[in-house]
Nanobody, 123 residues
Framework: QVQLVESGGGLVQAGGSLRLSCAAS????????MGWSRQAPGKEREFVAA????????YYADSVKGRFTISRDNAKNMVYLQMNSLMPAESAVYYC????????????????WGQGTQVTVSA
């Protein structure tokens, strides 16, 4: 199983940017689709973005399209989420996950999950 560690969260003003990173361990990293999800206090976890194993295709929640970009570097076992034009409502814990497919990740059916990184967007 792949182990995941997120980093890059923090406090940012509305309209600002953050880049999240997810470091993966395990030889099979490049075999998995990867995704990012987020969970705000009192709310269910929601899908944010996903990328195929080859990075040939990406998928985004409608709310983040045009502002967030997911990418991966299989040689470094890393996944990234560049977040621009952040809004206070996007304050949440952001999680990285693996999946057998991007469709599974869109549905919240990840295989392995990291511990999350907190993103706080101030007004």
């Amino acid at each position: 199983q792949v182990q995941l560690v997120e980093s890059g969260g923090g406090l940012v003003q509305a309209g600002g940017s953050l880049r999240l990173s997810c470091a993966a361990s395990g030889r099979t990293f490049s075999s998995y689709a990867m995704g990012w999800s987020r969970q705000a206090p009192g709310k269910e976890r929601e899908f944010v973005a996903a990328i195929t194993w080859s990075a040939g295709a990406t998928y985004y929640a409608d709310s983040v399209k045009g502002r967030f970009t997911i990418s991966r570097d299989n040689a470094k076992n890393m996944v990234y989420l560049q977040m621009n034009s952040l809004m206070p409502a996007e304050s949440a814990v952001y999680y990285c996950s693996t999946g057998i497919s991007t469709a599974a990740l869109v549905q919240g059916r990840g295989n392995s999950w990291g511990q999350g990184t907190q993103v706080t967007v101030s007004a």
